[in-house]
């Protein structure tokens, strides 16, 4: 990890508000390419000084950067910076970490909410944020806040794990709904449907391993490697949102049918075959 980040971390756990600063994306699993940005997600509680973190950013940019406050960008992904930093994207995302910490409690409980957010057009799922915290590296943690939720992190709840599973109900509901539209010809409903439907799968995938699954982005694949995945899964829901016709709702519908079977009660033991504790091979989501 070059320098820069690590002296940038521990530079922002000095921001009024700032508790904690982890490495998450791509550069924290080690699936990262040279070019890939450097995410950083910045832990606060209650609102930080977002006129010291701008003028932190401007200093590390070299040129005057924005930092959005809470809400800034939206009800879940809170706020934060896109920064250059020696020409390499670096990117800071705020969190809330009373929030990530009583989502946790929700998702113990199999709890689990799907918000609207802009930069998510299937929702932000709740799960995301204690997920974030299981596959980040910790860089800068004085209070030993974050290390302490990465640590309960490690254990992928089961009643989470049935809750997301049994979410799957509405992806066959959705298929359901799209057969008068298809016939009719409304692209977009038809399309929002199947999109949501396949999303929700690639959700309910994920738990069914006890895999956090952080985002749209990379989902669908991430999902089709799964032992359980039907053959095939990527290039068959591909072939479906490009039909969007009655013969594609047919489709989708046997894909639900073959994704809710391989689902069912029995099968997906944790990666370790026990008790659902994330190991090595089990800890990776896609998040972009």
């Known amino acids: 990890m ?19 600063v982890s490495l998450g994306g791509s550069r924290a699993r080690g699936t990262h390419r ?69 989502v946790w409690s929700d998702c113990l409980a199999g709890r689990y909410e799907v918000g609207v957010q802009p930069g998510h057009p299937l929702g932000f799922w709740s799960p995301a944020y204690p997920g974030e915290v299981a596959l980040c ?4 943690d004085p209070h030993g806040d974050l290390t302490a939720l990465r640590r309960a992190t490690a254990y992928y709840p089961e009643s989470l794990r049935a809750a997301l599973v049994e979410a799957a109900w509405e992806a066959e509901f959705l298929v359901e709904c799209t057969r008068k539209s298809s016939s009719a010809g409304d692209t977009l409903h038809v399309a929002l449907c199947l999109s949501r439907a396949f999303g929700i799968l690639a959700q309910s995938l994920h738990a069914h391993h006890r895999v956090w699954c952080l ?14 995945a039907p053959p095939d899964l990527a290039a068959r829901v591909g072939e479906v949102l490009r039909g969007l016709d009655p013969a594609a709702v047919e489709r989708a519908s046997e894909l ?12 997906g033991e944790g990666p370790d075959g026990t008790d659902g504790r994330q190991g090595a091979d089990g800890r990776e989501g896609p998040d972009g």
């Open 215 to 228: 985002n749209e982005k990379g989902a669908l694949a991430a999902a089709a490697a799964l032992p359980d």
């Open 2 to 20: 070059p320098a820069r980040i690590a002296d940038m971390a521990s530079r922002l756990v000095s921001v009024p508000g700032v508790r904690a």
């Open 137 to 140: 590296h910790v860089l800068a």
């Open 34 to 102: 040279p070019d890939s940005d450097w995410d950083l997600g910045v832990y606060c509680r209650g609102v930080p000084d977002v006129a010291a973190l701008t003028a932190l950013a401007s200093e590390v940019q070299g040129a005057p950067a924005e930092v959005a406050g809470p809400g800034g960008w939206g009800p879940w992904v809170n706020g934060g910076a896109w920064l250059r930093v020696d020409g390499t994207p670096v990117d800071w995302i705020l969190r809330d970490l009373d929030r990530v910490e009583a």
């Open 256 to 267: 639900v049918r073959s994704v809710r079977s391989a689902l069912a009660p029995g099968g």
